[in-house]
């Protein structure tokens, strides 16, 4: 393929390519959690959680009501881990390896918040308490010490119109889960039996 011909393979290329940093990208990376990046935490219901192991890298989505992330100190996040579908690679790899990112995403604002560190995994109970919802408790605690945070400039939200009403799109325009399990399994699984049925297993397995 021609794109072989004309790959990046070198720093100096690399560097040649996108020249020096922006004054304000070297700025805004902190290795602590100061007012405002308090605020942008708290006031976010979604974060992504991308790990590394020996097997290869995962990204997996965490959410909840806004705040769902607690701040235990200005170096140190809790996330807490939700029924999912224990597949557990990201955990898999945090006992291998703790090194860890975070993307914050708050709904309606374009800048995203960026988080690296070493996380860990805790089942300390009354960590787990303070986290419980209907008297429901997580499976396990996310600990993430910050070794750098900083704020991501909007435009690639602008770009992409993300939170535009505009360019929301139609679900039903999509294969539902079902028919894509379905088509995976060979017919085994999934069907109109599954989709019917994913609104109330999906709210008796929140927590």
Same mark, same amino acid.
């Given at each position: 393929?021609?794109? !072989? ?12 390519? $996108? ?14 959690? %100061?007012?405002? $990046?308090?605020?942008?935490?708290e006031?976010?219901? /979604? ?20 705040? /769902? ?12 881990d !939700? ?7 990201? /955990?898999? %790899? ?10 914050f ?16 995994? &805790? ?7 303070? /986290? ?17 945070? $900083?704020f ?20 039903? &325009? ?13 017919g ?7 989709? !019917? ?9 929140? $927590?």
């Open positions: 393929m021609a794109y !072989r011909d004309h790959l990046i393979t070198t720093m100096d290329q690399l560097q040649s390519l $996108y020249g020096e940093k922006l004054p304000t990208s070297i700025l805004k990376e902190i290795d602590h959690i %100061n007012d405002g $990046y308090r605020k942008l935490i006031a976010a219901p /979604f974060v992504a959680v991308a790990t590394s192991g020996p097997e290869g890298l995962d990204c997996s989505p965490k959410g909840d009501t806004a705040g /769902f992330v607690s701040i235990l100190d200005d170096k140190t996040l809790a996330i807490p !939700r029924p999912g579908n224990n597949r557990l690679d990201g /955990f898999r %790899n945090i006992v291998r390896d703790p090194r860890i990112a975070l993307l995403l708050i709904p309606g604002v374009g800048e995203t918040l960026r988080v690296n560190g070493r996380a860990s995994i &805790s089942v300390d109970p009354k960590l787990m308490q303070g /986290f419980a919802v209907g008297g429901k408790l997580p499976r396990c605690v996310l600990i993430v010490h910050i070794e750098s945070i $900083y991501h400039c909007s435009k690639a939200i602008v770009r992409s119109k993300l939170w535009d009403e505009a360019t929301k799109i139609d679900r039903k &325009s999509l294969p539902s889960t079902g028919t894509i399990v379905a088509e995976l399994s060979q085994k699984l999934g069907g109109e039996t599954y989709d !019917r049925e994913a609104p109330e297993r999906i709210k008796a397995q929140l $927590y």
